[in-house]
């Protein structure tokens, strides 16, 4: 246990994720506080992050299972209402290194809406509109292309984007389309919030990653005399004096050991925050007492209000010149937000994204997908506790079109997509267009591993010579669902199929949301500080009202800046 320099600190961060980043780097730039991250996968220091994890290509991260939690699954398909439970669970890939889902994300780099933060505000996020968030989305970005009165560049995340003369050839088919249908490029979209396409935004500078912890754990912050960072700390439990949380429970390979602190800011992210508190005895005192928990604080908004950007997917098999070209491994590389018009939702609540490499692999080297989501949704699922055991996973259940608002866009995006592959540019690209539908055996394959890494590159090779053999590996592994005719004619099988093949984005969020006090569901005050129980904060996506219009890293990102300005102005 040497790398704990003290039993005791002023702030115990749990979780080096993309809030447990910033807080650990602000709130320890104030010498007096005495501050430790814990985080429970490797710690990394600058010079020597593996490449993986700096790559352009998020996959190579994504995929592999070191830097990734074992054992965690999801269902993502709405509840079925009278008829068992028999939802696939497939693999729901959180981070668990340093910087977290920073560090093996797509490095989609966007703000969401303005009308997102209003609406923070109005359902009782006091102080988080977007004229109290904007100031600390400036704080956080280098913005190496865009100037003004809403960006920076002086922050810690360096941001640029590929524009369109580098685009690749499936990813410029697809805009082509996207134009032809309409929509005009609006450049910015962090800083223009109508309609139209855009070049992404990255957190990605020099051809390489810009994680959370990359850009505010540097060697001068790691230096600082106040400040530890202990890696492969799994947090077991928090400890309590009463309804105050004094410190908390942390298993090492060598051991465990009892650290204290004045303050516990939990940071582990949306499905595993509200864990730890459950585990820990706060969340709904019926469900805790059923497991045989004793009850600290019975808060019934804990692990509930569960969001995503729930969506589908349609691929298609690249012809040679179409793919990415050499030297360019960014695969996504532009977008298109747009609005439904669906009564009482707000624009630009829906959102298009092509990319020019499906997967890390040789057969995901030849597909291109075009990623349909609902940016702005309604569908609510859940996380609540299978076991006391600590190192059990939760059951996470985000019941998606749950809503029927998010499946009739989702019906509107369909239809959109199957136009947009009408268009002769697209056609003259690829070789097969179809839906998408994950087999077992295709999310088996896109976990890396040296087996799975040589019958892809056999796959892509024969798909490439025979195309006889193309067309039945796809409708076997990749596209085992219906005929885009039939999706297009036919509204019970555009429904049918959404239902059985929707899937989420990486984006969880809102198990532990801001709220006034008084509100039932809400579980933490504005300043991230959970109700009924003194010492302890919450600082990540979990205290999100509602999901934004956006990817959630750089939101993320933000509420870390915008909570840790709190704390040190208390």
Known sequence: MSDFVALKYDYVIVGG????????????????????????GEDHPPGRVPPELLDSFAGTAHSNPRFTWAGFTAAFQPKPSNAADERKRPRYTAGRVMGGGSSINGMCANRGLPTDYDEWEAKGAKGWGWDGVLPFFKKLESDRDFQGPLHNVGGPIGIRRLFQDEWPGYTSAVMHAVEESGWKNIGDQNGVFSDGYFPLSINNIDDQRVSAATAYLTSEVRARKNFSIVGQATVQHLLFKGRKVVGVRVRRPDGEIDVWANEVIVSAGALQSPTMLLRSGIGP???????????????????????????VNFGSYMKQGARLTSGLRRQMLAGLRWSSGLDGIPEGDMYLVPTNKAAWHDVGSRLGLVMIWVNRSYSTGEVRLKSTDPTARPDVDFDMCSDWRDLERLVMGTRMAIKLHQNQVIRDAVHEIFPISYSPLARKIAVYSPWNKFQTWVAGQVMDILPVARKLIIKNLIADGPAIDDLLSDRSVVEQWIRSTVVGHWHASCTCRMGAEDDPGAVTDSSGRVYGVGGLRICDASIMPMVPCANTNLPTIMLGEKVASAILSE
């Not at 005192?285 to 969506?311: N, W």
């Open 285 to 311: 005192a019926e469900e805790l007492s059923a497991l045989g928990i004793d009850v600290v604080v019975d808060r019934r908004g804990v692990g509930k209000h569960l969001m995503e950007h729930p969506g």
């Open 17 to 40: 994720g993309s809030a447990g980043c910033v807080l650990a780097a602000r709130l320890s730039e104030h010498s007096s506080n005495n501050v430790l991250l814990l985080e429970a």
